[in-house]
């Protein structure tokens, strides 16, 4: 039986515990850490699942999820550096932390997977990107994938691309968000009651992301079907590229992967 704990019970732990026992896993082994008494009592309760400290969890786990705010880590660590083996698997779901970090403040040998995961987690609809740090074997990392394949998909990159994956993945949801509460404001405009106009733009979301995961196709094929000569939609595109939207997303992105190498260098002393 392999045993996993969670550091830090926040959304992101809970939707991995929830998945986990979704998953097959029994609550036995499993456990989490969380700094505040009302809420660990309340995930006991909703699971199941026994509230640790951080030695006991270090202790006793075989594999550690570090799912605190990156802010967080550095007393976690300290604490983690007295009571973790080399034998213990380190995932790390914080983002813009690279594997070195750990490896430099644990004891030697300590195998670290790095994950930058989304909150569609909280669905089972995660998209969780993996590298292994300098210890880490395939053998952590197919458990790791095991592990997070229980809250959506799960791939694998070379960690020197993690930043641009935060950028795109680990950010992504936002940008979507972002388009779809513009949406409805536009719908509003246009005369449309809130509710009709969120559930139309939902559903429209939810049927585009389907198409494209569905058929395999190029993007650019399945707007093109879309888009008839002369039609609403190519006045709609025309208006887009005017406000050069697609040059806005591309520098956004791009300012999202510079703030995720930030936050890597800020603990690299």
Known sequence: MTTIAVLGAGKIGEALLSGLLTGGRSPEELMFTERYADRAAQLEQTYGIRAVDTATAAGKADVLVVAVKPQDIDPLLVELAESVSSTTLVVSLCAGLPTALYERRLPDGVPVVRVMPNTPMLVGEAMSVISAGRFATDT??????????????????????????????????????????????????????????????????????????????????????????????????????????????????????????????????
């Open 140 to 269: 952590h990392l197919q458990l790791t994938e095991e592990l997070l394949s229980s809250v959506g998909k799960v791939v694998r990159v070379p960690e020197s691309q993690q930043d641009a994956v935060t950028a795109l993945s680990g950010s992504g949801p936002a940008y979507f968000f972002y388009l779809v509460e513009a949406m409805i404001d536009a719908g509003i405009l246009l005369g449309l009651p809130r509710p009709l106009v969120t559930e139309l733009i939902t559903q429209s979301a939810v049927g585009a992301a389907r198409m494209l995961r569905e058929t395999g196709d190029h993007p650019v094929l399945l707007r093109e079907a879309v888009t008839s000569p002369g039609g609403t939609t190519i006045m709609a595109i025309r208006e887009l590229e005017r406000h050069r939207v697609r040059a806005a997303l591309l520098d956004a992105i791009e300012a999202a992967r510079d703030r995720s190498v930030e936050l890597g260098l800020a603990h690299r002393a």
